[in-house]
């Protein structure tokens, strides 16, 4: 098996341009849409998959970076990067798959596969960005589709609710993920990955690390549902069960696990021996893996046990991560797998 062309690229940006062709397709008919949907997920899958024997054989694109006037385009070629677009494609071509006979009849079906691509796409295009600006376009993408899938019954006030609540929460991690940006940036003068890992040196010296890396935690708590921002994922069981298994298994709760595990590429020397950020981490996935499994306990909804259950599990990734090191990393990246395939499964 080959890399298909520009494999690196093609794999956010099919999804995102099949959810824009969502409405005009199902002027056609409903089910030309739900196939349509259905393809897309798998096409971009496909190109997601393609990546793995490249890389391993040391293949590089020829193209990963594009200049724009505002600022630059790029894709990120390592292990993590396509590791995690493998999951959140793969995972998500097979939920779509499955929303076929599970959502039909529903009224909405359109906006539903519009925000189904959309935040496949997102999710693969914030896991794939090779810069910081672009990861957070594609990290409030995210936020955006969440918001609008779990409000997708929006007759329900529960529903509205549940939607606005998940919108509100989030952006509390996020305003901390855009301070630890901004202040990065102050001292670095970029915000591409591979150009900030060159200067950790550098950097170690001149600018607060330990206070970047915090901020851009308190984004992951927010978006990983972690204490004490983990009050929206339950709630967030009044959209579809589809979206449900989307949200916990491949998109959405996994990007703070994704972006701490990244800081660690960016910054290895660092992190792995600053013990106040190492602690933070640990000790907030540890307490919020114990006390989400006491909630579960007591909990009588099926979908709010698995939703606890979930928050847990990201715990548990977390307290890996806060080990420090590749002892650390290497088990939370696994289970992030695992958990992704489970999850989906039992939802």
């Known amino acids: 098996m080959v890399m ?43 190109f997601a998959v393609s990546m793995i024997p490249s890389w391993l054989e040391g293949v590089t694109p020829e193209l990963l970076y594009i200049s724009f006037p505002l600022f630059p385009v790029g894709v990120l070629w390592d292990g993590l990067s396509i590791f995690m677009s493998c ?17 039909e009849g529903d009224p909405g079906l359109t906006r539903y596969y519009f925000f189904i691509l959309l935040f496949i796409g997102g999710m693969t295009g914030l896991v794939m960005a090779d810069n910081l600006v ?35 929460v989030t952006r509390v991690g996020d305003v ?4 630890g940006i901004a202040l990065l940036y102050s001292y670095a003068g970029t915000f591409r990955f591979a150009e900030l890992a060159s200067k950790e040196a550098y950097l170690m010296i001149t600018a607060p690390l330990t206070a970047v890396a915090l901020l851009m935690f308190g984004g992951a708590v927010g978006k990983s549902a972690q204490l004490p921002l983990h009050v929206w994922l339950p709630d ?58 006491t909630m579960a306990v007591v909990s009588m909804d099926a979908k709010r046990v698995l939703a606890y259950s979930t928050i847990s599990q990201i715990g548990f990734m977390f307290l890996a991560l806060g ?6 990393w290497y088990p939370s990246q696994f289970h ?4 992704a395939i489970f999850k989906a499964l039992l939802f």
């Not at 999951?87 to 959502?103: E, F, R, W």
């Not at 901390?176 to 301070?179: G, M, P, R, T």
């Not at 080990?323 to 650390?328: C, I």
């Not at 992030?336 to 958990?339: A, G, I």
């Open 134 to 168: 672009q990861l957070y376009i594609f990290w409030e993408v995210v936020g955006l589709c969440s918001y609008a899938l779990i409000g997708h019954w929006y007759q329900r006030p529960s529903a509205r609710r549940a939607a606005i609540k998940a919108f509100l």
């Open 236 to 293: 967030a069981m009044e959209g579809p069960t589809t979206v449900s298994a989307l949200i916990h298994a491949a998109t959405m709760v996994k990007a703070g696990v994704y972006l701490v595990a990244r800081i660690y590429t960016v910054f290895p020397h660092f992190l792995a021996h600053d013990a106040a950020w190492l602690l933070t981490v640990g000790w907030i996935g540890g307490i919020t893996s114990l006390m989400a499994a």
């Open 176 to 179: 901390f993920l855009l301070l």
């Open 336 to 339: 992030l797998m695992s958990h």
């Open 87 to 103: 999951v959140v494609t793969c995972i998500g071509a097979l939920i779509v798959l499955y929303s076929v006979k599970y959502m």
């Open 323 to 328: 080990a420090g090191g590749l002892h650390g």
């Open 4 to 46: 298909l062309p520009y494999a690196p690229w093609l794999c956010w940006l099919i999804p995102l341009a099949g959810a824009a062709l969502v409405p005009l397709v199902s002027a056609i008919s409903g089910k030309v849409r739900d196939w349509f949907s259905v393809a897309v997920g798998f096409i971009a899958a496909a």
